[in-house]
T-cell receptor, first 112, second 112 residues
Framework: AQSVSQHNHHVILSEAASLELGCNYS??????LFWYVQYPGQHLQLLLK??????LVKGIKGFEAEFIKSKFSFNLRKPSVQWSDTAEYFC??????????FGQGTELSVKP | DSGVTQTPKHLITATGQRVTLRCSPR?????VYWYQQSLDQGLQFLIQ???????AKGNILERFSAQQFPDLHSELNLSSLELGDSALYFC???????????FGQGTRLTVV
């Protein structure tokens, strides 16, 4: 069955620190991959997506992610975080029969 | 604003009762997804519809059911409610399976 695993439940960083959030999925077929962000009290918003082509994808607000097929991974990165990046981040995979499955989420707290 | 509308925003009801949550997808989107978000379970995929037909099923309890109507809006019915059903219920829509999903603001259900 398709599943998504996010390695970190809670990450605390200072402003200007670099960020990397891990995401691994289990599904052997073709997948579409997504990172969503949920700011406090708001709905999920799309940060970036990968369907095919260049495995390094750039999203909004300076975020990027790299798809490594051999490792079934799609890690999210940002070179320098800001206080406004404080939010919960979800990795999602769309593969098996169109199911869009999310990871458990990673709560990011950025200290000013 | 994602274009996905969910009503009501908040719902408080007693155990044993039945409620209906409504979702209007973005204009042109044929696929509707339902998710349950709770603190301990994360974002759980419940069910997906595509153009009126059930497409994929996740961890949806037998007490829960959903449907998508000809005008593409969807309803999630929750019956014999238990305290543990208290959660945020999100609806998302996409043009078709595999593409990015856009989320509504959610319905916060509290069972007392």
């Amino acid at each position: 069955a398709q599943s998504v695993s996010q390695h970190n439940h809670h990450v605390i960083l200072s402003e200007a620190a670099s960020l990397e959030l891990g995401c691994n999925y289990s599904y052997g077929g073709t997948v579409n991959l997504f990172w969503y962000v949920q700011y406090p009290g708001q709905h999920l918003q799309l940060l970036l997506k990968y369907f095919s082509g260049d495995p390094l994808v750039k999203g909004i607000k300076g975020f990027e992610a790299e798809f490594i097929k051999s490792k079934f991974s799609f890690n999210l990165r940002k070179p320098s975080v800001q206080w406004s990046d404080t939010a919960e981040y979800f990795c999602a995979v769309n593969g098996e029969r169109g199911k869009l499955i999310f990871g458990q989420g990673t709560e990011l707290s950025v200290k000013p | 604003d994602s274009g996905v509308t969910q009503t009501p925003k908040h719902l408080i009801t007693a155990t044993g009762q039945r409620v209906t949550l409504r979702c209007s997808p973005r204009s042109g989107d044929l696929s509707v997804y339902w998710y349950q978000q709770s603190l301990d379970q994360g974002l759980q995929f419940l069910i997906q519809y595509y153009n009126g037909e059930e497409r994929a099923k996740g961890n949806i309890l037998e007490r829960f059911s959903a449907q998508q109507f000809p005008d593409l809006h969807s309803e999630l019915n929750l019956s014999s409610l238990e305290l543990g059903d208290s959660a945020l219920y999100f609806c998302a829509s996409s043009v078709e399976k595999g593409t990015e999903a856009f989320f509504g603001q959610g319905t916060r259900l509290t069972v007392v």
